[in-house]
């Protein structure tokens, strides 16, 4: 993601206002959005090592550690340079790895 000091040096290096530099993060953010979003792509197979991760994304109340609400994402990569998998659940149980 994109942060909001981030975008300011964006803002300060190419001369651009703010509101151009968040349209163009917000479509390249909807690009990378909609480019891993139906990808069926397959990974692994005899003899490949996939390394499988997760990760909960979602906010904490007034910055305490209780359960919130939040999307679950997985990923697999595959030790080549072009096989990177993503896949999001809202519950984790709803996931199923074939």
């Given at each position: 993601m994109v942060t909001k000091s981030k975008q300011d040096a964006i803002i300060k290096m190419t001369g651009h206002?703010?509101?151009?530099?968040?349209?163009?993060?917000?479509?390249?953010?909807?690009?990378?959005?909609?480019?891993?979003?139906?990808?069926?792509?397959?990974?692994?197979?005899?003899?490949?090592?996939?390394?499988?991760?997760?990760?909960?994304?979602g906010k904490r109340k007034y910055n305490r550690g209780h359960r919130v609400e939040g999307a679950w994402v997985f990923g697999g990569v595959e030790r080549t340079p072009e096989d990177v998998a993503f896949y999001s659940s809202l519950k984790k149980e709803m996931l199923q790895l074939k």
């Open positions: 206002s703010d509101k151009t530099i968040s349209k163009i993060v917000n479509k390249l953010k909807a690009l990378i959005y909609y480019s891993l979003k139906d990808d069926d792509m397959k990974i692994g197979g005899e003899g490949v090592v996939v390394e499988l991760g997760e990760s909960k994304f």
